[in-house]
T-cell receptor
């Protein structure tokens, strides 16, 4: 299993409060991603990072921010949590491909967030 | 947002039957990945495909990268109860951004 740890694994928070989820990897992979998973929608990309301090938005980035100050850590912050952000959040990592341009994404165990 | 069309959404099959599912898109992909997700867990990579027309097996699983690079197929032969779960396809766009776009998943239930 890829060395990916998400914390916390479960969290209940109140509407309007800020929340930070952490993804920690021990693989030294360059790319890190945050996805959310909701019934009927599969996995949707929130933000991703292609290096330290280098991040970009995914398809559902509104209401979320990210930071990557070290290769191993990628933080997802919900600036002011809303009920629509109740979801399961997954972190993924992938390595910069070699000359064969082959790479895969590996996932963490997920964080179940409930906003009440 | 961009998403892959994955079908079927769900299927109930008898143990021992073969299973087929597919993903299609209007975009061209550089890589196709297939994952399985068990309840309460993260997706686990099953098969990775990198070339148009490529056919790759992993035990009872076989996946193919479509010739047009816009689709991919996953087959499971002789299904067993532990095949139960949600199967996702994912495509990596050819733009070099290394973003992965996911299908909506196929929920597989195997009846013993």
């Amino acid at each position: 299993d890829a060395g990916i740890t998400q914390s916390p694994r479960h969290k209940v928070t109140e509407t309007g409060t800020p929340v930070t989820l952490r993804c920690h990897q021990t693989e030294n992979h360059r790319y890190m991603y945050w996805y959310r998973q909701d019934p009927g929608h599969g996995l949707r990309l929130i933000h991703y990072s292609y290096g330290v301090k280098d991040t970009d938005k995914g398809e559902v980035s509104d209401g979320y921010s990210v930071s990557r100050s070290k290769t191993e850590d990628f933080l997802l912050t919900l600036e002011s949590a809303t009920s629509s952000q109740t979801s399961v959040y997954f972190c993924a990592i992938s390595e910069f491909p070699g000359t064969d341009d082959r790479t895969e994404a590996f996932f963490g165990q997920g964080t179940r967030l409930t906003v009440v | 947002g961009q998403q892959l069309n994955q079908s079927p959404q769900s299927m109930f099959i008898q143990e021992g039957e073969d299973v087929s599912m597919n993903c299609t898109s209007s975009s061209i992909f550089n890589t196709w990945l297939w994952y399985k997700q068990d309840p309460g867990e993260g997706p686990v990579l099953l098969i990775a495909l990198y070339k148009a027309g490529e056919l790759t097996s992993n035990g009872r699983l076989t996946a193919q990268f479509g010739i047009t690079r816009k689709d991919s197929f996953l087959n499971i032969s002789a299904s067993i109860p532990s095949d139960v779960g949600i199967y996702f396809c994912a495509g990596q766009l050819s733009s070099g951004t290394y973003k992965y776009i996911f299908g909506t998943g196929t929920r597989l239930k195997v009846l013993a």
